[in-house]
């Protein structure tokens, strides 16, 4: 059994910065590629930031040189660091990972359940 669980999330002024973190949890042997998805009711679910095993990232336009993805392999664990956010970034964050459980597992998609963050004034 694996989960990933989320933190981080909330209300934040326009400008303000927001640091989302998610933890996979149980049984996992290899983490391949980490990532962060948010969608807002009505939209389809947009692929904000992605983190590869090697360390290369990539990021959706609106956010590029605001958001920073990063990983941490011994934590099994993937962080989204939000700055100079917008009322536009506001949505529910969910993370997103590609691992294995055993060496002879297959690589499955794990999501997180997802956490409202609102920039408002």
């Known amino acids: 059994q694996v989960q990933l669980v989320e933190s981080g999330g909330g209300l934040v002024q326009p400008g303000g910065s927001l640091r989302l973190s998610c933890v996979a949890s149980?049984?996992?042997?290899?983490?391949?590629?980490m990532a962060w998805y948010r969608q807002v009711p009505g939209n389809q679910r947009e692929l904000v930031a992605s983190?590869?095993?090697?360390?290369?990232?990539n990021y959706v336009d609106a956010v590029k040189g605001r958001f920073t993805i990063s990983r941490d392999n011994g934590k099994s664990a993937v962080y989204l660091q939000m700055n100079s956010l917008k009322p536009e970034d506001t949505a529910v964050y969910s993370c997103?990972?590609?691992?294995?459980?055993?060496?002879?597992?297959?690589?499955?998609?794990?999501w997180g359940q997802g956490t409202q963050d609102t920039v408002s004034s």
């Open positions: 149980g049984n996992v042997f290899t983490l391949y590629t």
């Open positions: 997103y990972a590609a691992l294995q459980r055993s060496a002879y597992d297959y690589t499955g998609d794990y």
């Open positions: 983190i590869n095993s090697g360390g290369n990232t």
